[in-house]
């Protein structure tokens, strides 16, 4: 119960203040306890932090079957369902944002940890994907689909905490998707009637 209030702070705490402003007192204070308490239960506000990251994929997958994510059409709907599920926790998509800009910098600790994020995320949407147009598609054009994919995940979680009631998170990203789809489907049929699209 401690640990777990220690992670509700740390989130609110980077959330608002991002890591690099953030102090383990302030943490403490926010959960109730004392610094040593904190210090105690993580050993470091760098441990802190990658404790907050893996609390953060723990909240995504909770409510998955066996907690790992579904394949091919059905992971494109869970992307949807997550991005629905967002609306309901700003404090933790403000976290993830915060985070994950402040990772760009030199030597921050999350780096390593977003740079890995990133790069899983691409190889499950190429793999979904691949499934949706039965391999039909190189590789190069997946990876490329799910970069955009990505990238307008990530930008509507920026409007979205800017200005909640103008931007619907889910039905933007399910008309990104689908229009992606329907892209990949015209390069499919291109490429059956002989005319290769690679870009």
Avoid: C
């Avoid at 441990?47 to 394949?71: F, G, I, M």
């Avoid at 309901?88 to 994950?100: D, F």
């Avoid at 307008?152 to 008309?175: I, K, N, Y």
């Amino acid at each position: 119960m401690r640990r777990e209030a220690i992670l509700r702070a740390a989130t609110a705490v980077f959330a608002t203040r991002g890591y690099n402003s953030a102090s383990l007192v302030e943490i403490a204070e926010e959960a109730g306890m004392t610094h040593s308490g904190v210090i105690h239960h993580f050993g470091s506000k760098e441990q802190l932090l990658v404790a907050v990251l893996a609390y953060r994929d723990d909240a995504d997958v909770v409510s998955l079957e066996d907690h790992t994510a579904p394949k091919g059409a059905a992971f494109l709907e869970h992307l949807v369902r997550t991005a629905e599920q967002n609306t309901r926790r700003a404090g933790i998509v403000q976290g993830y944002t915060v985070l994950s800009a402040e990772s760009v910098t030199e030597g921050h600790p999350a780096q390593g940890y977003f740079r890995d994020r990133f790069a899983g995320l691409r190889i499950m949407l190429v793999d979904a994907l691949r499934v949706v147009t039965e391999g039909e598609l190189p590789d190069e054009v997946l990876d490329r689909t799910a970069s955009a994919i990505i990238a307008t995940m990530d930008g509507l979680q920026v409007q979205w905490l800017l200005d909640p009631e103008a931007v619907d998170m889910p039905t933007s990203l399910r008309l990104t998707i689908e229009g992606a789809l329907r892209e990949l489907e015209a390069r499919r049929a291109g490429l059956r009637g002989g005319t290769a699209v690679t870009r």
